[in-house]
């Protein structure tokens, strides 16, 4: 895929589609329909590098995120369609749309109207749990899902490549501990190159180090997932499922928490 591949998604609300994590799940999508803002600049990232540009939309309005959604599930329901859940994805971070916390409460108000068995899903890269807004928001939801790729420093930056300087690892997990017994950690394994560095978060040094930062969180879950489509950096590689099987097992064995492989 060549650097300037444009956005995934060209609505605000998208779907329904079917999650290999999350089951019939319909999109929302809080970055513009034209463009990528994001906090993370992600060698994997299936939206493409930021570099592409934010578009010319801008960031939909909460009104707009609510109308939309409106419409949409009237004419789910109107058509006799199921739902699973309700995902917080897209072109980009959900977490920095400045109405973020109002747009969870509508949509939490949404599906208990249309849809109340549903669950409410926000795939977060966790580079906002500085702000409490956010964090408050993020309980609120059923699947409140946390980036997690490395566990080691030039790991991250190299994998995830934060936009903030002031973002670290340790940071990060101090921060996602307060979700304990409460957030489901989702972490990326790749491996391959990038400019001629070599990227692998898969090793026994990685995982260790995951490892102990999964005891310090105290996730509710772990979700372990690799490549399922083309990337922005060419010279990744998706990790075998039986490796991540076998990585997955390792990781619940030495935690005692659940690891769901994908």
Do not use: W
């Not at 420093?153 to 409460?182: C, H, K, N, W, Y």
């Amino acid at each position: 895929m060549p650097k300037d591949q444009r956005v995934l998604f060209h609505s605000t609300i998208f779907g329904p589609i079917h999650s290999r994590r999350l089951g019939t799940s319909l999109g929302i999508n809080l970055s513009p329909t034209d463009g990528k803002i994001c906090s993370f600049d992600c060698l994997y990232c299936e939206a493409g590098f930021n570099a592409q540009g934010p578009g010319t939309t801008g960031l939909p309005t909460r009104e707009q995120v609510r109308t939309q959604l409106r419409a949409k599930l009237e004419a789910m329901r109107a058509e006799g369609q199921t739902l699973d859940v309700f995902t917080f994805s897209g072109n980009g971070e959900p977490t920095v749309h400045p109405e973020f916390p109002g747009i969870v409460s509508d949509v939490i108000t949404l599906r208990d109207e249309f849809f109340p068995e549903a669950r409410v899903s926000v795939l977060c890269n966790s580079t906002r749990l500085s702000k409490q807004e956010v964090c408050d928001a993020l309980r609120l939801v059923d699947n409140n899902i946390l980036k997690l790729d490395s566990a080691i420093e030039s790991t991250m930056r190299l994998i995830d490549r934060p936009g903030d300087s002031t973002f670290t690892v340790e940071r990060v997990i101090g921060e996602l501990e307060q979700f304990a017994g409460q957030a489901i950690i989702q972490t990326m394994m790749l491996r391959g190159s990038y400019e001629g560095q070599p990227v692998d978060n898969s090793t026994p040094e990685e995982v260790e180090a995951l490892i102990e930062a999964y005891r310090r969180i105290r996730p509710r879950e772990i979700m372990l997932y690799s490549i399922d489509r083309s990337t922005p950096a060419e010279e990744l590689e998706k990790v075998p499922i039986e490796e991540l099987r076998e990585i997955g097992a390792r990781i619940q064995e030495a935690t005692g928490i659940h690891v769901q492989v994908n």
